[in-house]
T-cell receptor, first 115, second 113 residues
């Protein structure tokens, strides 16, 4: 499809396990973002990638969270030793260029539930 | 408008009426604003954007108004339809330095038959 694709759509795991969430951005979009959305809340920024530049990790809540972007395209968000407070919807977005005045287009997210 | 806590502001309108959703943004330096629509189980969907050198922008059935003096943004939806029922978020960014959007907490729009 032409939009941002995320997988899995749902993930249920036990506390303490590691999880990997995947994002395929829109083709040609050089900027990629991860956000987290808790129930009934707005979106919380996690991390931003632009081309080959060093990512902006300023939103990551702890060192259990990390992300990679391979080949300037697909990105993986990894959460190690998951905790119950990590339960949320994790949303990925992409945009053209690095300018802050480009609209970000979102995938449908991964709903993560930690038991 | 904006809310604190887990309870979203709600707006109920009759089908066919016009809707106005309000947002108070936080950063006076923000120069780019976006309205998103989010349906249950979906990601935010881009509706319309506006730059700070404008005070009004129109799209198909939607109009965004920007008042920088009071840091206020509004989304007007003409002839509201059942498919417009969703949560609406405003988002802001200062394009000079930031790259991530700052989102408001959203407004739940319900269209009544």
């Amino acid at each position: 499809g032409a939009g941002v694709s995320q997988s899995p759509s749902n993930k249920v795991t036990e506390k303490g396990k590691d999880v990997e969430l995947r994002c395929d951005p829109i083709s040609g979009h050089t900027a990629l973002y991860w956000y987290r959305q808790s129930l009934g809340q707005g979106l919380e920024f996690l991390i931003y990638f632009q081309g080959n530049s060093a990512p902006d990790k300023s939103g990551l809540p702890s060192d259990r969270f990390s992300a990679e972007r391979t080949g300037g395209s697909v990105s993986t968000l990894t959460i190690q030793r998951t905790q119950q407070e990590d339960s949320a919807v994790y949303l990925c977005a992409s945009s053209l260029g690095s300018g802050g005045n480009q609209p970000q287009h979102f995938g449908d997210g991964t709903r993560l539930s930690i038991l | 408008g904006e809310s604190v806590g887990l309870h979203l502001p709600t707006l109920s309108v009759q089908e066919g009426d016009n809707s106005i959703i309000n947002c108070a943004y936080s950063n006076s330096a923000s120069d780019y604003f976006i309205w998103y629509k989010q349906e249950s189980g979906k990601g935010p969907q881009f509706i319309i954007d506006i730059r700070s050198n404008m005070d009004k922008r129109q799209g198909q059935r939607v109009t965004v108004l920007l008042n920088k003096t009071v840091k206020h943004l509004s989304l007007q939806i003409a002839a509201t339809q059942p498919g417009d029922s969703a949560v609406y978020f405003c988002a802001e960014i200062y394009s000079g330095s930031a790259r991530q959007l700052t989102f408001g907490s959203g407004t739940q729009l319900t269209v009544l038959p």
